[in-house]
């Protein structure tokens, strides 16, 4: 069975940083583009960063670029997502996600497993 799982969430104020792992069992994601996204409360998911099966290509949404750096060990079958600079508005839960295809993902649909999330929240 296919898990990921995702820890680092927690309160932090404006300003400040968290750092998110996500953590894959069931089967090796050495050769897979992962990625992370955010749903706000009322909100649609969107994409946030991703990178391909080596590390040597990512993309990342506008709002967060500069801020955070998306980072894999394929060693540990891990992703992590370094937030700096957080803003009230990168409040969400945020969900790793794993796909087939190698290259990095920006869309929701074209990711194939998932973890549950983890809630970030910034107080201003």
């Known amino acids: 069975q296919v898990q990921l799982v995702e820890s680092g969430g927690g309160l932090v104020q404006a300003g400040g940083s968290l750092r998110l792992s996500c953590v894959a069992s069931g089967r090796t994601f050495s050769y897979n583009g992962m990625g992370w996204f955010r749903q706000a409360p009322e909100k649609e998911r969107e994409f946030v960063a991703g990178?391909?099966?080596?590390?040597?290509?990512?993309d990342y949404a506008n709002s967060v670029k500069g801020r955070f750096t998306i980072s894999r060990d394929n060693a540990k079958n891990s992703v992590y997502l370094e937030m700096n600079s957080l803003k009230p508005e990168d409040t969400a839960v945020y969900s790793c996600?794993?796909?087939?295809?190698?290259?990095?993902?920006?869309?929701?649909?074209?990711?194939?497993?998932w973890g549950q999330g983890t809630q970030v929240t910034v107080s201003s």
């Open positions: 996600a794993a796909r087939l295809a190698a290259n990095v993902g920006r869309r929701g649909y074209e990711y194939d497993y």
């Open positions: 990178i391909n099966w080596n590390g040597g290509s990512t």
